[in-house]
């Protein structure tokens, strides 16, 4: 299904609509606070965009020094082309420590590869830790937004669902009763869970470490208490210093929820007495789209969701509209790249303002790419109905006799068709406008009459 009609779909609920896109205005303005309240914002967001220069062009040598350096603070490095590739590898690791229950923090990566469905048929029990997650995993549907998973779902909703799953009392929306809810049934799959898995917010190539930031502790919770952490992290996660996460930590917190800082910044440099840690890396397209120039820095991306949170479209139309593991603008330029045929709607899912270009931490010109895998999609095709339309239109313009013969015929045609043919499902645009009124002459005759 393509995303207008995906997204009609989310608007047959418009008092739904209108809250989602309130509720993610509201973070939106959290984060403008936030960003204001620091004056070397938009210093802070050139230096993070020139590292992520400097690790795409550099992106071989700094992969390699990161595995040596891993390594060497005993970290065991896998590569994986591909998503099957990572689930075979991790699915290994779980085979060699016989485990069949494992607790996962939030990873957009994990998603890609669609990890959960892959593990569970292979008899592994998954758990997302992360609430928001958790709740949508409960539900069976994917994350509908990179930060906030399960920002679509009301208080209801989700009061509904815990007593259903979790047992608690009926009609109870009391946000801090469900999280306690929550917490205590997390509680009992952190203590069973032999093996933990993470993301990977910032890899270090300088000394082979990483970072993961979560507001829950949920990750740290579940890899404290596992005797195997197991991190998934894409490619392009890489950072060339550690001095450089004071640069990414202040953007990636203020940019996604308005917050100074993440509550959980944790660094991962080594195993502890008696544990395993592993490091899957992960290409899966990501070399390909670094390969096309006008789009490679997409790979910029720090994943903050603020691209999300101002687009007009996105806040009207819902993260499942988009059919794709990162949705928004970000989405709307990342899959193309993987199957441009499938995801050919998402980049017209755009007004094409530029506000995802302004508040991106990392600079990426995300409404330009937006514009260019547009041509690209219509290069793509053959002749379409916009297409067609347009030639049509260049036929018409271009030959004075024609286009004021048709001017004519418009102006008489519209004033006699009935509604049902003027406003049908050819005139998608009528759907939801009025027709303007049509006047009585033309502009040329009228300033003929008036030019004196
Ligand atoms: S493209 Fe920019 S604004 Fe959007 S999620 Fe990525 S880093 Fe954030």
Same mark, same amino acid.
């Given at each position: 299904?393509?995303?207008?009609?995906?997204?009609?779909?989310?608007?047959?609920?418009?008092?739904?609509?209108?809250?989602?896109?309130?509720?993610?205005?509201?973070?939106?303005?959290?984060?403008?606070?936030?960003?204001?309240?620091?004056?070397?914002?938009?210093?802070?967001?050139?230096?993070?965009?020139?590292?992520?220069?400097?690790?795409?062009?550099?992106?071989?040598?700094?992969?390699?020094?990161?595995?040596?350096?891993?390594?060497?603070?005993?970290?065991?490095?896998?590569?994986?082309?591909?998503?099957?590739?990572?689930?075979?590898?991790?699915?290994?690791?779980?085979?060699?420590?016989?485990?069949?229950?494992?607790?996962?923090?939030?990873?957009?990566?994990?998603?890609?590869?669609?990890?959960?469905?892959?593990?569970?048929?292979?008899?592994?029990?998954?758990?997302?830790?992360?609430?928001?997650?958790?709740?949508?995993?409960?539900?069976?549907?994917?994350?509908?937004?990179?930060?906030?998973?399960?920002?679509?779902?009301?208080?209801?909703?989700?009061?509904?669902?815990?007593?259903?799953?979790?047992?608690?009392?009926?009609?109870?929306?009391?946000?801090?009763?469900?999280?306690?809810?929550?917490?205590?049934?997390?509680?009992?799959?952190?203590?069973?869970?032999?093996?933990?898995?993470?993301?990977?917010?910032?890899?270090?190539?300088?000394?082979?470490?990483?970072?993961?930031?979560?507001?829950?502790?949920?990750?740290?919770?579940?890899?404290?208490?596992?005797?195997?952490?197991?991190?998934?992290?894409?490619?392009?996660?890489?950072?060339?210093?550690?001095?450089?996460?004071?640069?990414?930590?202040?953007?990636?917190?203020?940019?996604?929820?308005?917050?100074?800082?993440?509550?959980?910044?944790?660094?991962?440099?080594?195993?502890?007495?008696?544990?395993?840690?592993?490091?899957?890396?992960?290409?899966?397209?990501?070399?390909?789209?670094?390969?096309?120039?006008?789009?490679?820095?997409?790979?910029?991306?720090?994943?903050?969701?603020?691209?999300?949170?101002?687009?007009?479209?996105?806040?009207?139309?819902?993260?499942?509209?988009?059919?794709?593991?990162?949705?928004?603008?970000?989405?709307?330029?990342? &899959?193309? #790249? %993987?199957? *441009? +045929? =499938?995801? @050919?709607?998402?980049?017209?899912?755009?007004?094409?303002?530029?506000?995802?270009?302004?508040?991106?931490?990392?600079?990426?010109?995300?409404?330009?790419?937006?514009?260019?895998?547009?041509?690209?999609?219509?290069? &793509?095709? #053959? %002749?379409? *109905? +916009? =297409?067609? @339309?347009?030639?049509?239109?260049?036929?018409?313009?271009?030959?004075?006799?024609?286009?004021?013969?048709?001017?004519?015929?418009?102006?008489?045609?519209?004033?006699?068709?009935?509604?049902?043919?003027?406003?049908?499902?050819?005139?998608?645009?009528? +759907?939801?406008?009025?027709?303007?009124?049509?006047?009585?002459?033309?502009?040329?005759?009228?300033?003929?009459?008036?030019?004196?």
């Amino acid at each position: 299904m393509s995303h207008p009609v995906k997204a009609s779909e989310f608007l047959k609920d418009p008092d739904k609509a209108k809250w989602h896109d309130e509720t993610l205005w509201f973070v939106r303005d959290k984060r403008d606070n936030s960003s204001k309240g620091i004056p070397e914002w938009e210093k802070l967001r050139d230096t993070a965009s020139q590292i992520k220069d400097n690790v795409l062009a550099n992106l071989d040598k700094y992969l390699l020094a990161f595995e040596e350096k891993a390594k060497a603070n005993h970290i065991h490095v896998h590569w994986a082309k591909d998503a099957e590739e990572h689930n075979q590898i991790v699915l290994r690791i779980l085979q060699k420590h016989k485990c069949k229950a494992i607790v996962k923090s939030k990873s957009i990566l994990t998603e890609e590869c669609h990890l959960n469905p892959f593990l569970e048929k292979h008899g592994v029990d998954v758990v997302d830790t992360d609430l928001g997650e958790r709740i949508v995993q409960l539900l069976h549907q994917p994350p509908s937004h990179i930060v906030l998973p399960a920002i679509h779902l009301k208080k209801g909703e989700i009061s509904d669902l815990f007593h259903e799953k979790l047992q608690t009392e009926k009609g109870n929306e009391d946000p801090e009763y469900l999280t306690h809810a929550a917490r205590t049934h997390l509680r009992e799959k952190f203590l069973a869970a032999k093996v933990a898995i993470t993301g990977v917010n910032f890899a270090v190539a300088e000394t082979g470490e990483f970072v993961v930031c979560t507001n829950e502790g949920n990750a740290d919770m579940g890899v404290h208490l596992a005797d195997v952490h197991i991190a998934c992290m894409g490619i392009e996660k890489i950072i060339p210093r550690r001095k450089d996460l004071g640069v990414f930590l202040r953007l990636l917190a203020r940019s996604a929820t308005g917050q100074p800082i993440t509550n959980y910044n944790s660094h991962f440099r080594s195993p502890s007495p008696g544990k395993e840690l592993h490091v899957v890396l992960v290409d899966n397209g990501r070399t390909k789209q670094l390969a096309r120039e006008k789009f490679k820095n997409s790979l910029k991306c720090i994943r903050c969701g603020a691209c999300m949170n101002t687009c007009p479209i996105y806040r009207r139309s819902g993260g499942y509209s988009y059919g794709s593991v990162v949705p928004g603008p970000i989405g709307s330029i990342l &899959s193309p #790249g %993987l199957d *441009i +045929k =499938k995801h @050919s709607t998402l980049p017209f899912a755009s007004t094409l303002c530029g506000s995802c270009s302004d508040v991106c931490p990392v600079k990426i010109n995300i409404h330009e790419q937006l514009y260019e895998w547009r041509q690209e999609i219509a290069k &793509s095709q #053959g %002749l379409n *109905i +916009k =297409k067609l @339309s347009m030639q049509i239109a260049n036929g018409v313009f271009s030959v004075p006799f024609a286009y004021q013969m048709s001017g004519a015929l418009l102006r008489g045609a519209l004033k006699i068709l009935p509604n049902s043919i003027a406003y049908s499902g050819i005139n998608a645009w009528g +759907k939801q406008r009025e027709l303007p009124e049509v006047p009585q002459e033309t502009f040329k005759n009228w300033y003929k009459k008036n030019k004196a």
